[in-house]
């Protein structure tokens, strides 16, 4: 059989058993998209404005609601607006970490209310097999879909070895997990996506410990299915739609290489 790494979205889309990814890959197709944005900004008048402006580029929207200083129901409505408008989905960083019972009340209640909205969120399985549960609990529902932190994108990070193979085993066996936070492809067990954050078109790193890779390499040769990017895109003196489809060019380009000549 194929690796999946591959198979065309399009292809893996109408294979998958999962709607959300179904939709994900069918989006991805249409739009020419392997671009997620990490939208991390701090109120509610630019994370719409940059919604808007990048929307037409990307296939998801990551975000951290949590924060946006001035969040409110409206600026839930007009995320969901703006994902039917651009087609795209949305994907609340959120890392849950905790037991199966509270992580139902954070993803299900509390003031954000993030499974009513977000289609993707995401854990750390250091709590055990429970956070997946509990999660699936709410979401799995209302059609949502979890990601797993199998590796970060930041210089030393824990997330390595058997704790990543654990998240690979226990993806492979829930249902409600529909891929991974990491710099590959995973398994060939099932079609998992991989979104990778910290890519840049040029490899470097920040301050903090943040380092970046480039689409050829997260896509062409590691396999993995979206690039996530941030201030590659919209920071300081930046046109963010330009900057985007830059990267929207550059992360399918990195695509139709992995797939090679037809």
């Known amino acids: 059989m194929a690796s999946y790494s591959q198979k065309t979205y399009a292809q893996r889309g109408k294979e998958h058993a999962h709607p959300l990814v179904k939709e994900l890959f069918a989006i991805m197709e ?31 929207l990551k975000t951290h609601i949590d924060v946006v200083s001035d969040f409110d129901a409206d600026l839930v409505e007009r995320l969901q607006e703006l994902a039917a408008k651009h087609d795209f989905l949305i994907f609340e960083d959120r890392k849950f ?3 199966g019972n509270t992580v139902k009340l954070q993803y299900g209640g509390g ?41 970060m994108s930041s210089a030393g990070m824990l997330a390595t070895g058997a704790y990543t193979d654990k998240n690979v085993e226990m993806a492979i066996a829930n249902d ?3 891929g991974f936070i990491g710099s590959r492809r995973f398994t060939e067990e099932r079609d998992l996506i991989t ?32 690039i996530i990017v941030g201030r590659g ?6 046109d963010a739609a330009a900057e985007a489809q830059r990267y929207r060019e550059a ?7 992995r797939l090679g000549p037809k």
């Open 30 to 60: 249409r739009k020419q998209s392997n671009l997620s944005l990490a939208a991390d900004v701090s109120t509610k008048a630019e994370l719409l404005a940059l919604a808007d402006t990048v929307g037409p580029y990307i296939c998801v």
């Open 97 to 99: 970490a905790d037991i």
């Open 111 to 151: 003031i954000y209310r993030i499974a009513d909205w977000a289609h993707i969120t995401n854990c750390h399985v250091i709590p055990g097999e429970g956070i997946i549960q509990g999660l699936a609990e709410v979401g799995k529902p209302k059609g949502r879909g979890l990601l797993l932190l199998a590796e």
């Open 176 to 178: 409600f997990v529909i």
């Open 195 to 226: 979104m990778t954050p910290g890519v840049g078109l040029h490899a470097s790193g920040d301050a903090l410990g943040q380092q970046y890779r480039t689409p050829t390499k997260i896509i062409t040769e590691n396999g993995s299915d979206i």
């Open 233 to 238: 895109i919209y920071g300081p003196g930046k």
């Open 251 to 257: 992360g399918w380009t990195a695509y139709l290489n």
